[in-house]
């Protein structure tokens, strides 16, 4: 089983930028699918970013295009999201999922089989 724990997060000013990373407990991590997705308070979780397997093609949120990038670091078992321009609307708190590629609806949080325990963003305007 794969166990995902994510790091990163804090407080942060409208326009500033924080890098997240989540770590993968096993180096199967390399074969799977990887999001992330966020959810504010009193609202439902959404599609951030994704990554495939192989770490060429990524996926975003339009929320976020231009802003986010989204990048894996297979020998180091690690995904990363960096965060950008960060506006006070991006305050959540931010999951990283993984998905085997077979089962893998890019922006459906069912599809994901392990999910980190989240990091808090919080930004201030």
């Known amino acids: 089983q794969v166990q995902l724990v994510e790091s990163g997060g804090g407080l942060v000013q409208a326009g500033g930028s924080l890098r997240l990373s989540c770590a993968a407990s096993e180096r199967t991590f390399r074969l799977y699918s990887l999001g992330w997705f966020r959810q504010a308070p009193g609202k439902e979780r959404e599609f951030v970013a994704a990554?495939?397997?192989?770490?060429?093609?990524?996926y975003f949120a339009d929320f976020v295009k231009g802003r986010f990038t989204i990048s894996r670091d297979t020998s180091a078992n690690t995904v990363y999201l960096q965060m950008n321009n960060l506006k006070p609307d991006d305050t959540a708190v931010y999951y990283c999922?993984?998905?085997?590629?077979?089962?893998?609806?890019?922006?459906?949080?069912?599809?994901?089989?392990?999910w980190g325990r989240g990091t808090q963003v919080t930004v201030s305007s």
């Open positions: 990554v495939t397997w192989s770490g060429v093609i990524t």
């Open positions: 999922a993984a998905a085997k590629p077979a089962d893998w609806r890019i922006r459906s949080p069912e599809s994901y089989d392990y």
